[in-house]
């Protein structure tokens, strides 16, 4: 019998919840991310659990048991319990009865194998009981798991047009749990080009979530080409350009995969509106797109915006060209990074006053920047 194995389905938190939905006389099951990743080694995020406990009694039967019970998406049938620190998603077996496309609207269910149908993808759709056992009400969810096929439960376009974002999970289930050897499922992509219109329905906060997710994979390079031959990128974010992205893969070697740094690769307009990206990740964006666009260079990039954009715009200018950054590139940076601009407003307000005086300053910092870094105050002043 197949079983779940991490540490994490024997955790306090994890044993509490199950036990007091248990000992209620419900059914309780982990389902989704934490079964499918503990199977296929890979790490895991959250805890997600499902039940034929209605939310209110779920309420009920944690408070009960002396948990913290927060009724944080209650309309769809979710509740968070926290158990010993840690937050756990219980809901509600589900079934869909009717979609608008941008969300499944769901009915509260009493059976396990109605709450399996309403998922995306067959991997998604595996149970482990509270002893690690695991269900597959499906029949072949654990072969696909196993074959990393990431596969519609059904029909295809079925599932997608109750909710035009499981197009953009197929291309990143692909890209995180796919056989990278196979493409993508063929039954999966036709499904996504006879259903191309619905996408413009979907909000810029979800899409945002999923391409973010999607570009975070280790490699994502042959999920977003697919995303180009079936037209869903250039819907999704219009006059983006993939060419030069999985350049920019090969060359981040072994650095943490980084969004930003690859939407920078995509281009296209409005990105940062289309994808609702927070301030920050706007702003980052934006630097990195200005930063290589520019000829500034790549230490003075590192002295203006730190190490990281100026080493993200590198390996992003590299991979324009289609080359390696130059040898050097990254003691430059270094350097740039480090350096101090030695000269105050205080050394120049004997002789200069108002603009005039930022002016001076912005003199002798440009002049600075071109030795190097390497003049030192003095030489700036006299
Ligand atoms: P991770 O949390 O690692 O991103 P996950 O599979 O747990 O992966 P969640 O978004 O947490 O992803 O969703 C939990 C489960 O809920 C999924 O595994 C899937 O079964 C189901 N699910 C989530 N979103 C959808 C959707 N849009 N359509 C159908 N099922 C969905
Ligand atoms: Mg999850």
């Known amino acids: 019998m197949t079983r779940v194995t991490g540490d994490w389905i024997n955790s306090p938190a994890a044993q509490a919840v199950c036990r007091a939905i248990a000992q209620a006389g419900h059914q309780v099951f982990f389902v989704g991310g934490c079964v499918r990743n503990d199977l296929l080694g890979a790490p895991i995020s959250d805890l997600d659990l499902s039940t034929d406990a209605r939310p209110d009694q779920v309420m009920q039967i944690a408070e009960g048991a002396g948990l913290r019970a927060v009724p944080t998406g209650i309309e769809h049938g979710t509740v968070t319990v926290v158990a010993d620190g840690e937050g756990l998603e219980v809901t509600t077996y589900r079934k869909d009865v009717e979609t608008d496309g941008r969300r499944a609207v769901v009915a509260f269910s009493d059976n396990l194998e109605d709450d399996a149908h309403r998922r995306d ?17 499906l029949g072949g969810g654990l072969d696909d798991l196993n074959a990393r096929r990431v596969r519609f439960i059904d029909d295809a376009g079925d599932r997608i047009r109750e909710d035009y974002l499981r197009t953009l999970r197929l291309f990143r289930f692909h890209a995180w ?128 915006h730190g190490a990281d954009v100026a080493t993200d715009v590198a390996l992003l200018r590299a991979a324009q060209m289609g080359v390696s950054p130059e040898t050097g590139a990254w003691v430059e940076i270094e350097k740039g990074a480090k350096a101090t601009f030695p000269v105050r407003a205080a050394d120049l307000s004997s002789k200069f006053t108002g603009p005039a005086l930022g002016a001076e300053l912005r003199r002798l910092e440009t002049l600075w920047i071109a030795s190097g870094f390497e003049l030192k105050r003095e030489d700036l002043l006299t």
């Open 121 to 137: 993808f067959t991997m998604n759709a595996l149970y482990a009981a509270p002893d690690g056992h695991i269900v597959d009400p």
């Open 177 to 304: 749990y796919g056989d990278p050897e196979k493409g993508i499922d063929e039954d999966g992509l036709a499904g996504v080009a006879a259903n191309l219109a619905g996408l413009e329905s979907l909000s810029h906060e979800r899409v945002g979530t999923e391409m973010v997710k999607l570009l975070a994979a280790p490699n994502p390079a042959a999920s977003i080409a697919a995303m180009v031959h079936t037209g869903v990128l250039g819907l999704v974010l219009p006059a983006s350009d993939a060419t030069n992205l999985p350049i920019l893969i090969h060359l981040e070697e072994d650095r943490t995969p980084d969004p930003i740094r690859r939407l920078a690769a995509l281009g296209g307009v409005d990105v940062a509106e289309r994808l609702r990206l927070s301030k920050r990740d706007q702003k980052r964006l934006d630097v990195i797109r200005r930063g290589m666009a520019s000829v500034t260079p790549a230490a003075e990039l590192a002295y203006r």
